[in-house]
C-alpha cells in the first residue's frame, strides 16, 4: 500500500518550454501534496504544499508563476514549471499525506523526476 | 525556525554487522511524529521506520529500529545484520506544521 507514481521520470526539454509533471497516488487519497527539488549529495527543499481544491501554499524564495501547482483531485496533482531554464534543471520529487489511520502524518513519495533543461 | 541534525554525513559498516545513524531535533511539542527515509541511487524516497512520540516504545521494522530519547531530543536508527542492500542516503525527519523537516542526511556505505 501507500504507493505514489510520477510521471515522467525523465524528461529534457528546450529552454523556455513549460513542463508538466504529474504525481499520483495509487491506492489511498491524499489530502495533501507536497513538491520537492533536490540537488545531488543534498537533503529535500521543499517548494510547495498542496491541498485539494485550494490553492497551492509556496514556501518563501519559490517563485509561484513559475512552479504552477494545481491538486485538482484526492489522488493528484501537478507541477508545471514554465519557460523552463537551465537552472530549472533538477530533481524533482512529489510526496503524498494520506487522510486517516496508517496513512495519516506520514508522506509517501513519488519516485522523483529528473528534469534537464537545455 | 526548527531544525533537524544529522552529525555524520558518511557512515561505513561491514556486511552483517550494525551500525546507527544519529538525529536530534529541536521541538517546543509534546506530541509529534518523527521519520527515517533511505533513499538509494535510484533516488527513490523510501519509508524505513516511523514513531510517535507520545508512544514510549522504541519503533522496530524487522532489522531497523530506533532509539527515541525523548527528553534528549535524540531519535538514533539502528540497522542490524547490514546487508549490501542497505547502502543508501539516510534521512531524518520530524513533522511539524503539516509539514516535513528533514536532516542532511547520512551517507550509509556497506562493505562486503
Known amino acids: 500500500g501507500a504507493v505514489v507514481s510520477q510521471h515522467p521520470s525523465w524528461v529534457i526539454c528546450k529552454s523556455g518550454t513549460s513542463v508538466k509533471i504529474e504525481c499520483r497516488s495509487l491506492?489511498?487519497?491524499?489530502?495533501?501534496m507536497f513538491w520537492y527539488r533536490q540537488f545531488p549529495k543534498q537533503s529535500l527543499m521543499l517548494m510547495a504544499t498542496?491541498?485539494?481544491?485550494?490553492?497551492?501554499?509556496?514556501e518563501q524564495g519559490v517563485e509561484k508563476d513559475k512552479f504552477l501547482i494545481n491538486h485538482a483531485s484526492l489522488t493528484l496533482s501537478t507541477l508545471t514549471v514554465t519557460s523552463a531554464h537551465p537552472e530549472d534543471s533538477s530533481f524533482y520529487i512529489c510526496?503524498?499525506?494520506?487522510?486517516?489511520?496508517?496513512?495519516?502524518?506520514?508522506?509517501?513519495f513519488g519516485p522523483g523526476t529528473r528534469l534537464l533543461v537545455l | 525556525a526548527q531544525t533537524v541534525t544529522q552529525s555524520q554525513p558518511e557512515m561505513s559498516v561491514q556486511e552483517a554487522e550494525t551500525v546507527t545513524l544519529s538525529c536530534t531535533y529541536d521541538?517546543?511539542?509534546?506530541?509529534?511524529?518523527l521519520f527515517w527515509y533511505k533513499q538509494p541511487p535510484s533516488r527513490q524516497m523510501i519509508l524505513v521506520i516511523r514513531?510517535?512520540?507520545?508512544?514510549?516504545q522504541n519503533a522496530t521494522e524487522n532489522r531497523f529500529s530506533v532509539n527515541f530519547q525523548k527528553a534528549a531530543k535524540s531519535f538514533s536508527l539502528k540497522i542490524s545484520d547490514s546487508q549490501l542492500g542497505d547502502a543508501a542516503m539516510y534521512f531524518c525527519?520530524?513533522?511539524?506544521?503539516?509539514?516535513?523537516?528533514f536532516g542532511q542526511g547520512t551517507e550509509l556505505s556497506v562493505k562486503p
Open positions: 498542496s491541498n485539494e481544491g485550494s490553492k497551492a501554499t509556496y
Open positions: 521541538t517546543s511539542e509534546s506530541d509529534y511524529y
Open positions: 510526496s503524498a499525506r494520506g487522510i486517516s489511520g496508517l496513512y495519516q502524518e506520514t508522506q509517501y
Open positions: 525527519a520530524k513533522h511539524q506544521g503539516g509539514k516535513l523537516i
Open positions: 491506492d489511498f487519497q491524499a489530502t495533501t
Open positions: 514513531q510517535e512520540a507520545y508512544k514510549q
